[in-house]
């Protein structure tokens, strides 16, 4: 197939593929692995310390050397990113009518001057907006008003808005109103087949003896270790609850975070609390999931999420704070908290109480929605027909 015949489609955000951790760099991992459409052409960035390029699940990878320029690294990258799509398209002219997808709304001071370009070759600018990153609380005032500048200068430039969240979707659509924005919903897409690790497999009896976690005798949450998941309203929670089961906690700890926990809820006298730090292995973190008597998941800020469709996919009982977002992705086949005080600690009392029909009826809800709207087939499926339809 010649290359006049194929869509090019430039991925701009994500730290590249192979995945090693991260949303978009999973997503991107599998928008290229599950590509049924051969006549679309992947070319991703990959942030990098030296240049190369290789190719990886049929994409053609390029890898941005970024100088360490701190909070602007980013910003730098993606720009850099884009700079080298527009050049190897000027090197291509084959190439006609390229989409170039970008991953959240970092650059936004700068993409009228992209634009212009893209529009000059014949292409256009789609756009994931991400959730609201000028809400997390990691940022100061002075960054979250850059990002909320930054996302109404994407939304005016972009030819379409690919949200994957409906929430979000309505959010840019009554927001930025006056820009009459294009959008469209395609979720982020998850599996629901179960781990390779057998029961006896080593690995799986190794980290449950290092951590001291039975099987089905712990409730646990997987995520990034930042103020709006939530955390202090989990632990302060579970500490109130009258369980014996422990709280195993999968994520990134950072001390001064965890040193503000430590002050605040005294976490630390509670022997039931334990942080087990990050799972880079998947199937590892699948079998995590999968012997979990319960999950926990505190996120409010953002889309839908990797975590919570992983854990509706692998968890039998999930207890999700009832934000728009879990909603709408969990539906009926989860309980739900609030952060008032007492909810989330008689939650996990009564979730201690139910039976073992009443916990798998909730598991298979919860697989049945992640098969009907969420697999990584569905999601390709329709990221190609719309990249298809460009043409």
């Known amino acids: 197939m010649t290359s006049n015949q194929k869509q090019h489609v430039f991925i701009v955000g994500s730290k590249g593929i192979p995945a090693a951790y991260g949303g978009f760099e999973t997503f991107v991992e599998k928008l290229t692995e599950y590509r049924k459409q051969e006549n679309i052409q992947y070319h991703v960035a990959v942030l990098s310390d030296h240049t190369e390029e ?39 002219p084959e190439i006609s009518k390229p989409i170039f997808y ?49 996302e109404s200068k994407m939304v005016k430039h972009a030819d379409l ?22 959008t469209t919903f395609i979720a982020y897409g998850s599996e629901t087949s179960r781990s390779a690790l057998k029961d006896d497999d080593k690995k799986w009896a190794s ?14 949450v997987v995520g990034r270790f930042v103020p709006e998941n939530n955390y202090e309203t989990m632990i ?10 422990s709280f195993v906690l999968v994520t990134n700890v950072t001390d001064k975070f965890r040193d503000e926990l430590k002050e605040r809820t005294h976490f630390q006298n509670d022997s039931r609390i334990n942080f087990v730090g990050t799972v880079y292995d998947q199937e590892l973190l699948k079998k995590i999931r999968e012997n979990a008597y319960g999950y926990f998941h505190g ?15 692998s968890t039998d009982l999930n207890l999700l704070l009832g934000v728009g977002f879990n909603r709408e992705v ?10 008032k005080a007492g909810s989330l600690a008689k939650m996990i009392e009564k979730a201690d109480e139910m039976t073992d029909e ?27 027909k719309i990249f298809i339809k460009n043409r």
Request: include cysteine; proline fraction near 3%; aromatic fraction near 14%.
């Open 54 to 92: 290789y190719e990886h699940n049929g994409a053609h990878c390029f890898c941005i050397k970024v100088p360490n320029v701190g909070s602007a690294k980013a910003i730098y990258y993606d720009c850099a990113a884009l700079n080298y799509c527009l050049k190897y398209c000027k090197k291509h």
């Open 102 to 150: 970008v991953l959240a709304c970092r650059i936004g001071p700068f993409i009228s001057h992209f634009k212009r370009q893209i529009r000059a070759l014949g292409g256009k600018l789609y756009v994931n907006p991400d959730g609201h990153e000028w809400k997390r609380a990691k940022w100061n005032k002075a960054i979250r008003k850059y990002w909320k500048y930054s």
């Open 161 to 182: 808005l690919i949200c994957d969240s409906v929430n979000i979707e309505k959010y840019i659509k009554e927001e930025y109103a006056r820009y009459n924005p294009k």
């Open 207 to 220: 980290w449950c003896k290092e951590h001291h976690v039975k099987p089905k005798e712990y409730y646990l």
């Open 236 to 245: 302060r929670e579970f500490m109130k609850a009258k369980t014996e089961k």
């Open 299 to 313: 996120h409010e800020v953002g889309g839908t999420n990797p975590s919570l469709l992983e854990a509706l996919g």
């Open 330 to 339: 969990a539906g009926d086949a989860a309980l739900y908290w609030s952060k």
């Open 358 to 384: 009443e916990i798998l009826s909730y598991g298979k809800k919860a697989k049945r929605r992640i098969q009907n709207a969420y697999t990584w087939d569905i999601i390709v499926d329709k990221y190609e």
